[in-house]
């Protein structure tokens, strides 16, 4: 069994058909894990490309999109604690224009662009109306150790021209059995069709039967790669993108090369370079046929980049699980430092209008300005609210010492506030100059309430029951 801690590359793949092409490419194979994980569900293959020792897993039968591709990585970083560097290697949806040739059977490989990662999450933003598309997710970029050997095979390709082609042919004279599904289709099966054109019949041969349908394009000469090598920005989302129009749209305003489901979910938690065979042109018309040696050509390429890379210099590296988490408790910590500020400014704010309401508290009950507060209210007209006067409630009260609390509730509208301007004012015309009053008012939505609560100086405040003078409407 294979010791997990001798694992520095890992390499995951999305589909079967990636990972039978991964695993023909190791020069040797080894055993299986001696142990993973408690919670670690995924499948691995081990084994040896060049110099370096790669652990190869891929997404569950029937599983897609970034979740279940992040998924697979934080499993294996927990078994394989010494990866070093990742790759996301398999199939995409290519995205031919006017400035990228991009035919089936190509490699599109991640390629940072301007403020761009080299992945493009296009289903995490917003689409605000006569603008762009606009990414609302950030992705890291790969590490540079994987982008110094890309730029080097790069010029490699470009001096050399590649094997790529060879090397698969290579696959195929030990594993006979491989080429039918793997190896690369006739050249007529390689059709781009118009944008507007919508894929209807169950047999996608039948939909090029109209010449005017495809987009012309002339064979590539013989001094040009084929399959070429494309670098920059690869589209990832959760939804398999099948629609020419938005394709085109996103190729305008992002310049976009490759769509595919999982790299995004990759990018932040299992930092890697996405490479991506083309089998087809993310439109209607699915082609299944290019897919075995689309996945080939992208695990030859992956094959050459690790080639350049010594493996001192991946040892070197740091473990990714220790970048993540230190990236991770950076987030943390920023998070934790924009939740303090956020509570500094609640409580400061808070205090501030705490202050502000007590202050204004304070003025509305100041034995000296209680006139000023109760003459807010209107003069009652001449000879209304008598009636009060002569309520038995209101008597009581009144023979009670005023020791009691006096409420008066009902209505909005129904003229609370001048009657109780007219007790307050009839109690200070007949009390005792030596007595004094006390009153509250609340507004509510459906009565305004006022506490009279006559005392006499030196003498404690008597009974505290309440009794209710008038209710017309109101609770």
């Known amino acids: 069994m294979s010791d997990p801690a001798g694992y520095t590359v890992g390499w995951i793949c999305a589909l079967p058909v990636e990972y039978i092409a991964a695993q023909e490419f190791l020069d040797e194979e080894h055993d299986r894990p001696s142990f993973v994980s408690p919670n670690d569900a995924n499948d691995y293959t081990l084994g040896k490309m060049g110099e370096h020792n790669v652990v190869i897993a891929v997404l569950p039968d029937g599983e ?55 992945v493009f999450q296009y289903d995490f933003g917003k689409s605000i109306q006569d603008q762009s598309f606009q990414q609302a997710r950030f992705l890291n970029q790969p590490p540079a150790i994987l982008r110094a050997a890309m730029a080097g095979i790069r010029t490699q390709y470009e001096r050399k021209g590649h094997q790529l082609e060879e090397a698969i042919n290579g696959i195929f004279g030990k594993n006979m059995r491989l080429r039918r599904k793997y190896k690369r289709p006739e050249p007529m099966t390689d059709r781009l069709f118009l944008p507007e054109v919508i894929h209807h019949q169950a047999d996608c ?42 394709r085109d749209q996103l190729a305008a305003e992002k310049d976009v090369l490759c769509f595919e489901m999982e790299a995004a979910g990759l990018m932040n938690t299992f930092p890697c370079l996405v490479i991506r065979g083309i089998c087809d042109y993310s439109d209607s018309h699915k082609n299944k046929e290019w897919q075995g040696y689309a996945a080939m050509v992208a695990a ?72 000023e507060q109760k003459n807010i209210n209107p ?71 006022y506490y009279n609560m006559p005392f006499r100086p030196g003498k404690r405040m008597g009974g505290r029951s309440g009794k209710k003078l008038m209710s017309f409407g109101g609770s």
């Not at 030859?300 to 001192?312: C, F, G, S, T, V």
């Open 379 to 449: 003069n009652r007209a001449k000879g209304t609210c008598r009636w009060a006067f002569q309520s038995s409630e209101y008597i009581r009260w009144w023979e009670s010492n005023c020791n009691d609390l006096l409420w008066v509730s009902a209505d909005p509208g129904c003229g609370k506030s001048v009657l109780v301007r007219s007790i307050i004012d009839d109690y200070s015309e007949t009390s005792h100059p030596a007595h004094y009053v006390r009153y509250f008012i609340s507004y509510s939505a459906s009565s305004l309430i």
């Open 300 to 371: 030859a390429y992956a094959k050459d980049l690790l080639k350049r890379i010594p493996l001192n210099r991946i040892e070197a590296e740091e473990r990714i699980s220790a970048v993540v988490s230190e990236e991770l408790k950076g987030i943390q910590h920023r998070l934790d430092q924009a939740y303090s500020q956020n509570e500094r400014h609640f409580s400061e704010q808070k205090a501030r209008v705490l202050t502000d309401q007590q202050r204004r508290c304070y003025q509305v009950f100041k034995i000296v300005n209680y006139a």
């Open 205 to 246: 041969a039948k939909c090029a039967v109209d010449p005017s349908t495809l987009v012309l394009r002339s064979e590539r000469a013989d001094d040009e790669d084929n399959p070429a090598i494309h670098y920059g920005l690869i589209a990832s989302g959760n939804q398999l993108m099948k629609n020419a129009l938005i």
């Open 64 to 118: 897609y999109g970034t979740a279940s591709a992040a998924s697979v990585a934080t499993n294996m970083l927990s078994s394989f604690h010494n990866i070093r560097i990742g790759l996301m290697v398999g199939i995409g949806g290519g995205v031919p224009s006017e400035n990228h040739d991009i035919r089936l059977g190509d490699v599109v490989v991640s390629a940072s662009r301007g403020s761009e990662s080299g």
